[in-house]
């Protein structure tokens, strides 16, 4: 089992920055592969970024063009996104999840991961 908890969402202005951080607790961190989900209002929940259990593989959605960053930080059970030049298109609830198995690859698909946070909403003000 692993939990997952999000931090750093909030409110920023157009063409900012935030971090988001995802801790986690339970099962061995470091041993799955990791992504970041968001779901904007009255939309689907879409991928937005991942990364593989030893970091050597990062992948990011379309809509990313450049602005994010993956990273993770396993002897601290972290994992962040990094976002940048922010538009209110990235107004979202943005959510850490965990692959459902250890050692898995990186999947664009929500069913393959098993763990999920609560969420961290993130507004962006034009």
């Known amino acids: 089992q692993v939990q997952l908890v999000e931090s750093g969402g909030g409110l920023v202005q157009a063409g900012g920055s935030l971090r988001l951080a995802c801790t986690a607790s339970?099962?061995?961190?470091?041993?799955?592969?990791m992504g970041w989900f968001r779901q904007a209002p009255g939309k689907e929940r879409v991928f937005a970024a991942g990364i593989t259990w030893n970091s050597d593989t990062t992948s990011y959605g379309d809509f990313v063009k450049g602005r994010f960053t993956i990273s993770r930080d396993n002897a601290k059970n972290t994992m962040y996104l990094q976002m940048n030049s922010l538009t209110p298109e990235d107004t979202a609830v943005y959510y850490c999840t965990a692959r459902d198995a250890i050692y898995g690859s990186l999947s664009y698909y929500q069913n393959d991961y098993k763990y999920w946070g609560q969420g961290a909403q993130v507004t962006v003000s034009s």
């Open positions: 339970g099962d061995t961190f470091s041993r799955y592969a």
